[in-house]
Nanobody, 115 residues
Framework: QVQLVESGGGLVQAGGSLRLSCAAS????????MGWYRQAPGKQRELVAD???????NYAESVKGRFTISRGNAKNTIYLQMNSLKPEDTAIYYC?????????WGKGTLVTVSS
């Protein structure tokens, strides 16, 4: 059973920074992709950024240059450093682990950016 636990959400003013963390536990194949998705009220869930087990990263256009995804020394841990936050970044952020066709999700952490 794979479990993903996110932390680091909260309330921040526009222009501020937050760092999200996600730790995956359980039986996990070493070749995988982990990432962050977000869902704002009334909107569909969207990819924010992901990173392969080899370190290749991918970002949504809306966050390029502001957000950085990285893997921790414990390879099944990822981080999302979010800088220059905007009110439109307000959403629930979900951690995702993808192995082949299998997708696992965390419960999400709320990020609120005030103007």
């Amino acid at each position: 059973q794979v479990q993903l636990v996110e932390s680091g959400g909260g309330l921040v003013q526009a222009g501020g920074s937050l760092r999200l963390s996600c730790a995956a536990s359980g039986t996990i194949f070493s070749i995988n992709t982990m990432g962050w998705y977000r869902q704002a009220p009334g909107k569909q869930r969207e990819l924010v950024a992901d990173i392969t087990s080899g370190g290749t990263t991918n970002y949504a256009e809306s966050v390029k240059g502001r957000f950085t995804i990285s893997r921790g020394n414990a390879k099944n841990t990822i981080y999302l450093q979010m800088n220059s936050l905007k009110p439109e970044d307000t959403a629930i952020y979900y951690c995702n682990l993808r192995v082949g066709r299998m997708n696992y999700w965390g419960k999400g952490t709320l990020v609120t950016v005030s103007s």
